[in-house]
């Protein structure tokens, strides 16, 4: 069928002869279109947020730290304390050499922060400069600590977020200022934005104070001892196959039962990070799986409605058809008309699923940075319309070949 200026005007004729009804059988395209935009772009944000609830944490990485023993070992009653120290990082260093990096951790009870008039709740941690190859920082000002600082016990400190915020309401660079924490001045040299709550030791996401690992061992007057260790495997290696061995190095040293699982903790983030791939995996054929049967019922929905006006229109039909128009004519006149309305209600979905999901990033945006983005991709919008088309052409293929099959004779008769 020739496509030209009358015959848009036709099948717009068409379209609202009867408003209400379009309108209703469009509106169930049109909520199909935004219900899989808007789920695909909510369970975006969903992924990304939990993505950033572990943001930087390397995906080969473990954690260990020592727990009351659940098992009596060598003489030694079961519930005993115990602690790790500094030498259980070279153990590992000799015993695991598919281990790359190694650092220890220590944490305190916390303490508050002050700066002038303000203060903030804070929770304290004394790492090295290699946790940043664990827990990769997201420094808005200044650096992290480094060699130097380890080396000559600076009192220095990297503030994240919340407690930057808390001390610094009015923004700026704070690095250079001294913040004092239990009676100790500590000089800032950075600020890390990265609040991963996945993965947070040692007190609430965005409220650390990061301490060079021995200015706190002397400040605590901890010693040698520390409270956790953290490790990245070499590339490769998957950490679940040497979890065993990192246990049984550290438990053996401090007489704890090698297979206690509960008094030498090891926290392999491997596990952790493949249930999230699961979930998602899961969540994205439910997303998909909704959102297509939505638009699947939208679009029975129109073939309903379009085998009733075609059965309305019997007489014209049977006029054209007793007057030259041929059955591809037909078929091309009702296959646009469903077409027309299956794309206008489908593209009004899309913009309409785009503007909310656009207001959704709004007002998650924070200092000038958007923290969770919940717009789909443009080649998924391209793709829900290609559908949108798909479904419009076989929503009228029943009509169409119900128009076909009516005679002249037929819809006179029917008259």
């Given at each position: 069928m020739r496509i030209d200026l009358d015959t848009y005007r036709e099948i717009?004729?068409?379209?609202?002869?009867?408003?209400?009804?379009?309108?209703?059988?469009?509106?169930?395209?049109?909520?199909?279109?935004?219900?899989?935009i808007g789920l695909m772009g909510g369970g975006q944000a969903l992924k990304e947020g939990l993505e950033q609830n572990f943001a930087g944490f390397a995906?080969?990485?473990?954690?260990?730290?020592?727990?009351p023993t659940s098992k009596p070992y060598k003489g030694f009653r079961k519930g005993r304390y115990w602690s790790m120290d500094q030498k259980d990082v070279q153990r590992l260093r000799h015993a695991v050499p598919e281990l790359d990096v190694i650092t220890p951790l220590l944490f305190s009870n916390g303490g508050t922060a002050y700066y002038q008039e303000r203060k903030a709740e804070v929770g304290i941690n004394g790492a090295l400069p290699d946790y940043q190859r664990v827990n990769s920082?997201?420094?808005?000002?200044?650096?992290?600590?480094?060699?130097?600082?380890?080396?000559?016990?600076?009192?220095?400190?990297?503030?994240?977020?919340?407690?930057?915020?808390?001390?610094?309401?009015?923004?700026?660079?704070?690095?250079?200022?001294?913040?004092?924490?239990?009676?100790?001045?500590?000089?800032?040299?950075?600020?890390?934005?990265n609040t991963s709550e996945g993965m947070n030791f040692g007190g609430e996401a965005g409220?650390?104070?990061?301490?060079?690992?021995?200015?706190?061992?002397?400040?605590?007057?901890?010693?040698?001892?520390?409270?956790?260790?953290?490790?990245?495997?070499?590339?490769?290696?998957?950490?679940?196959?040497?979890?065993?061995?990192?246990?049984?190095?550290?438990?053996?040293?401090?007489?704890?039962?090698?297979?206690?699982?509960?008094?030498?903790?090891?926290?392999?983030?491997?596990?952790?990070?493949?249930?999230?791939?699961?979930?998602?995996?899961?969540?994205n054929f439910l997303v998909w799986l909704v959102g297509l049967g939505t638009l699947l019922a939208g679009a029975i929905g129109v073939s309903n409605i379009m085998m009733v006006t075609v059965r309305e229109r019997t007489t014209e039909i049977g006029i054209r058809r007793a007057i030259g128009a041929t059955p591809r004519m037909i078929l091309g006149q009702i296959i646009s008309e469903s077409i027309v309305l299956t794309l206008v209600a489908g593209m009004s979905g899309i913009l309409f699923g785009v503007l909310i999901l656009q207001m959704l990033e709004i007002g998650n945006t924070e200092d000038g940075i958007v923290q969770i983005h919940f717009q789909v991709g443009f080649w998924t919008a391209i793709f829900a319309a290609l559908m949108v088309?798909?479904?419009?052409?076989?929503?009228g293929l029943a009509p169409a070949a119900r128009a076909m099959s009516i005679k002249p004779v037929d819809a006179m008769r029917d008259e």
């Amino acid at each position: 069928m020739r496509i030209d200026l009358d015959t848009y005007r036709e099948i717009l004729d068409t379209l609202t002869r009867n408003k209400s009804r379009s309108f209703l059988t469009g509106f169930g395209v049109f909520w199909g279109v935004f219900m899989l935009i808007g789920l695909m772009g909510g369970g975006q944000a969903l992924k990304e947020g939990l993505e950033q609830n572990f943001a930087g944490f390397a995906t080969n990485s473990a954690m260990i730290w020592a727990q009351p023993t659940s098992k009596p070992y060598k003489g030694f009653r079961k519930g005993r304390y115990w602690s790790m120290d500094q030498k259980d990082v070279q153990r590992l260093r000799h015993a695991v050499p598919e281990l790359d990096v190694i650092t220890p951790l220590l944490f305190s009870n916390g303490g508050t922060a002050y700066y002038q008039e303000r203060k903030a709740e804070v929770g304290i941690n004394g790492a090295l400069p290699d946790y940043q190859r664990v827990n990769s920082p997201m420094m808005f000002y200044g650096r992290y600590i480094n060699d130097a600082d380890i080396r000559d016990h600076r009192k220095v400190c990297v503030i994240q977020k919340q407690t930057y915020k808390a001390l610094f309401p009015g923004g700026g660079d704070p690095c250079g200022k001294k913040i004092r924490i239990n009676g100790i001045y500590y000089q800032i040299v950075g600020v890390d934005y990265n609040t991963s709550e996945g993965m947070n030791f040692g007190g609430e996401a965005g409220t650390m104070v990061i301490l060079p690992l021995t200015m706190m061992q002397q400040a605590n007057n901890r010693g040698s001892s520390i409270d956790m260790i953290a490790v990245t495997g070499r590339p490769g290696v998957v950490m679940s196959k040497v979890s065993d061995r990192i246990r049984e190095t550290i438990a053996r040293a401090h007489y704890v039962d090698p297979t206690d699982e509960q008094g030498a903790m090891v926290f392999n983030t491997e596990v952790l990070f493949q249930m999230i791939d699961n979930l998602f995996k899961g969540v994205n054929f439910l997303v998909w799986l909704v959102g297509l049967g939505t638009l699947l019922a939208g679009a029975i929905g129109v073939s309903n409605i379009m085998m009733v006006t075609v059965r309305e229109r019997t007489t014209e039909i049977g006029i054209r058809r007793a007057i030259g128009a041929t059955p591809r004519m037909i078929l091309g006149q009702i296959i646009s008309e469903s077409i027309v309305l299956t794309l206008v209600a489908g593209m009004s979905g899309i913009l309409f699923g785009v503007l909310i999901l656009q207001m959704l990033e709004i007002g998650n945006t924070e200092d000038g940075i958007v923290q969770i983005h919940f717009q789909v991709g443009f080649w998924t919008a391209i793709f829900a319309a290609l559908m949108v088309s798909a479904m419009g052409v076989l929503a009228g293929l029943a009509p169409a070949a119900r128009a076909m099959s009516i005679k002249p004779v037929d819809a006179m008769r029917d008259e």
